[in-house]
């Protein structure tokens, strides 16, 4: 019976150990098959966010990309519209180196920068840029003006001093005068200090009225007395004179007046110069700097003649540069310019009215 008491304990344990150990088993394998559901879990999840993120990253790469390109169309044409009124500029007559300032300004270099509203802004045509001018320094004239005008009330004394009352009508003029009715011209033109003022009235007050009326015809009378005088001393001379000296002072004369050439034009001087580079280099681009400051021969004082030219040529050659090239490869030729010698410069290159003379 004791035999069977320890084999029945012993069974018991060893069921009651199996169980346990089976328990133990279970609960490890549920616990394994839920942290791999939860990895699995997890990797899937992460999966998704991953494509997610994939796919909105190739939508904002696809956004910056079109935003891109749109910016990339924008900043053409408005580079292009820019070049285009830089160019018109520095062909024109009334070169304005202020709104030549602006447009530089204007250019766009990085296009990613700048937002659609920068690069949609408008460009100033000359004549919006020149009213502008005109606006702003209208306003500085009518300070300056204003000033003049209380400093001449109170410190001038209308007695010692009889222009006084006509200064201060002048100053009023150019205080409320119409800005749509000037020019940018006319604009800069100083304002008369109150002594400017008084010489000019003193100058205009000298001239008689019947002088100046009859000052045209005077001149003529004069020349038409001066030329019949001149006809007869040479009259009396000829028949003096042998004609030998008469044959050598015509031959003279021939010699000079061949001597004399007809003054070249900014433009003839242009074809000119574009001539030489295509015959001798083919293309603009290989023509070194020192054979183009010898070309152009840029004066030193005269900006706008040197600008027209140089945009002359390019035009002839049918070049076309951004504004910025535009105008380093203007500085390149300018400076290698500066550094000739002062004796070799031709710094009177260009006459008044900015025309080439080959007889220089």
């Known amino acids: 019976m004791e035999r069977i008491d320890v084999a029945i304990r012993d069974k018991a344990v060893a069921e009651a150990k199996r169980i346990a150990e089976e328990k133990a088993r279970e609960e490890a394998r549920r616990i394994v098959e839920a942290k791999a559901k939860a990895e699995a879990e997890a990797r899937e999840k992460a999966r998704i966010e991953a494509e997610r993120r994939a796919v909105s990253e190739r939508a904002e790469r696809k956004r910056k990309e079109e935003l891109s390109k749109r910016k990339r169309k924008l900043a053409f044409e408005r580079n292009s519209i820019q070049f ?3 160019m018109a500029n520095s062909n024109s007559e009334s070169w304005n180196p202020e709104y030549a300032e602006y447009l530089m300004a204007e250019k766009i270099i990085d296009f990613d920068s700048k937002s659609i509203e920068e690069l949609s802004k408008s460009i100033l045509t000359k004549e919006e840029f020149e009213r502008k001018q005109i606006e702003e320094l209208q306003e500085e004239n009518c300070e300056k003006a204003h000033e003049l005008w209380k400093d001449t009330l109170n410190n001038i004394d209308g007695l010692v001093y009889p222009h006084k009352w006509e200064y201060l009508n002048y100053l009023e003029e150019i205080r409320y005068r119409k800005v749509s009715t000037f020019t940018l011209q006319q604009v800069k033109e ?4 109150f002594g400017e003022f008084g010489e000019m009235m003193e100058r205009e007050s000298a001239i008689p009225v019947e002088t100046v009326g009859n000052v045209q015809d005077a001149v003529v009378v004069e020349e038409a007395e001066e030329t019949i005088g ?7 001379e000829l028949e003096v004179q042998d004609i030998s000296i008469l044959e050598s002072t015509v031959e003279e004369v021939a010699v000079i007046e061949q001597a004399v050439e007809r003054p070249v034009t900014m433009e003839e001087r242009a074809k000119e110069i574009s001539s030489v580079i295509r015959n001798n280099y083919g293309r603009y681009d290989n023509v070194p700097v ?11 004082d005269d900006f706008e003649a040197d600008m027209k030219l140089h945009s002359l040529v390019l035009k002839e050659l049918n070049v076309k540069m951004y504004s910025s090239e535009l105008y380093d490869d203007y500085m390149s030729i300018a400076d290698e310019t500066d ?3 002062v004796e070799e410069q031709n710094v009177n290159y260009y ?10």
């Open 351 to 360: 006459n008044n009215k900015k025309r080439w003379n080959r007889s220089r």
């Open 339 to 341: 550094k000739k010698p």
């Open 290 to 300: 020192k054979v183009k400051a010898e070309l152009f021969q840029f004066s030193v």
């Open 230 to 236: 001149t006809e007869k001393n040479q009259a009396e």
């Open 190 to 193: 100083p304002i008369l200090t």
């Open 84 to 86: 285009e009124y830089f």
